[in-house]
């Protein structure tokens, strides 16, 4: 869309190719820079706990209701699968987990 809107904005035809040629070197390196935040944030997340709910207010309204102890029984739940993947994943870094090759083939 903002390639199209480049080139038919354009009053000549070299205004045209200057304006698609300032949208390619600034719209794919912004793309690529967008797409590396994501992959910075998933790896993250791979390495540090994420909470249940961000929202903290929201988190201490869960647990002073009804539904605390499904809340709890869900954050116990959630620290189990947590540890178990800082598990797997400190095992694979250091090449002690044997079905890594397997892990890999299936990715």
Do not use: C, W
Not at 15 to 23: S, T, V, Y
Not at 37 to 47: D, I, K, R, T
Not at 90 to 99: A, S
Request: aromatic share 14%; hydrophobic share 45%; charged share 20%.
């Amino acid at each position: 869309q903002s390639q199209v809107q480049r080139y038919l904005s354009g009053k000549s035809v070299k205004e045209m190719q200057l304006g698609l040629i300032f949208n390619g070197l600034l719209k794919v390196p912004m793309q690529f820079f967008i797409l590396l935040v994501g992959v910075m944030v998933f790896v993250f997340y791979q390495f540090n706990k994420a909470p249940i709910n961000f929202n903290p207010t929201a988190t201490e309204i869960v647990l002073n209701s009804e539904y605390a102890n499904e809340y709890k029984a869900l954050q116990v739940e959630q620290d189990k699968i947590f540890s178990d993947k800082q598990t797997l994943i400190k095992g694979f870094i250091d090449g002690e987990n044997p079905k890594a090759e397997a892990y890999l083939s299936i990715a």
